[in-house]
């Protein structure tokens, strides 16, 4: 069984580099696919073994920094706009789609410059509510990085309607730029008009910049994990609610990944703390069977809880998980 890092090491080799590479959500062996195969004529030695040295970095978290991004516009001669869309073939490859099989790559523009990357995540054998879309991944890893805001996002198919609600929540002013190749940018504005938001549930708080909630756990001597998670409950939006929620994994080899829960105006698009972990996980290269251990913080006596779905997820993904829920307590 080859993972994303050893095929990584062996394509570099081969000049083939990351572009050609396509891990089956059933995770085979790495193999090449007419897409990504007919992606390498519009990508330049240049640009790809640059991003092939940026992914082969111990730690590489789905973030491609502010100064590479920089560096590659300056080398290419293109604008960022054209950099995001050459990207998608790449963030794609991180798509888990095991019912639809209907890949989607995403790459957001942060305030800062930084460039994130998305996909799809779906879930056998639980309801269709609990799949990450691809623009929530990218999304919340520019959420969970702590960047101040998101100026663009690149999509390999329009978004649905589900992810306009999902980004009007993040980008209410409704000057999100959205980019599809083959098409011309338009603003969120234009994708979703007369939007239902924060405003209209009378919510000043919003998404961007990241605050934190004073959060303090209910129980005494907390372990690293459970730091981790409580750490993401006080970085979790909860405008609605106010159940604060954040969850931590450790994998076999030590890794943590952190989510937190982030919250919606129209409800159901809300992102489970799970889910914005899982997807923090996959673009990180690591897989559902290295999960370990799983901690859930949220608000005690909240009007909602996380348990239920993540006690469901990893049911499916990792059922050898250990999963641990730890209450905390909003401090006035």
């Known amino acids: 069984m080859m993972n994303r890092r050893t095929a990584l090491a062996a394509l570099g080799s081969t000049g083939l580099g990351l572009w050609a590479m396509k891990l089956p959500t059933s995770g085979a062996d790495v193999s090449r696919t007419d897409p990504l195969s007919a992606a390498l004529s519009t990508i330049n030695d240049r640009l790809r073994d640059r991003l092939l040295r940026l992914l082969k970095q111990p730690g590489f978290s789905g973030r491609i920094p502010a100064d590479e991004v ?193 919250e919606n105006a129209a409800y159901n698009p809300s992102l489970p703390p799970l889910q914005t972990a899982l997807a923090a996980l996959i673009v990180a290269g690591a897989k559902y069977s290295e999960i370990s251990e799983v901690v859930l913080v949220e608000t005690e006596g909240a009007p909602i809880s996380q348990k239920s779905v993540a006690i469901a997820v990893l049911g499916t993904t990792s059922p050898q998980a250990k999963l641990r829920v730890v209450t905390a307590q909003i401090r006035t």
Do not use: W
């Open 70 to 262: 920089k560096a590659v516009c300056d080398s290419e001669q293109k604008p960022v706009n054209a950099v995001m869309l050459a990207l998608l073939p790449l963030a794609k490859t991180f798509s888990r789609a095991p019912i639809s099989n209907y890949q989607v790559g995403t790459v957001v523009r942060g305030r800062s410059g930084d460039l994130f990357l998305g996909a799809n995540i779906e879930f056998p054998g639980h309801s269709l509510g609990f799949s990450v879309h691809g623009e929530q991944s990218a999304l919340s890893n520019a959420y969970m990085h702590g960047d101040t805001g998101i100026l663009a996002i690149a999509v390999t198919a329009a978004p649905c309607g589900h992810c306009r609600q999902f980004m009007n929540e993040l980008a209410p002013d409704g000057n999100l730029e959205v980019l599809v190749e083959g098409q011309p940018s338009l603003k969120l504005s234009a994708l979703l008009p007369s939007a239902f938001g924060p405003k209209d549930l009378g919510v000043t708080e919003l998404a961007f910049p990241v605050k934190q909630a004073d959060l303090a756990l209910s129980q005494e001597a907390p372990d690293e994990l459970t730091i981790a998670a409580l750490d993401a409950a006080r970085k979790s939006y909860a405008s609605y609610t106010h159940a604060h929620s954040g969850v931590a994994i450790r994998t076999r080899d030590g890794r943590f990944f952190k989510g937190s829960y982030i």
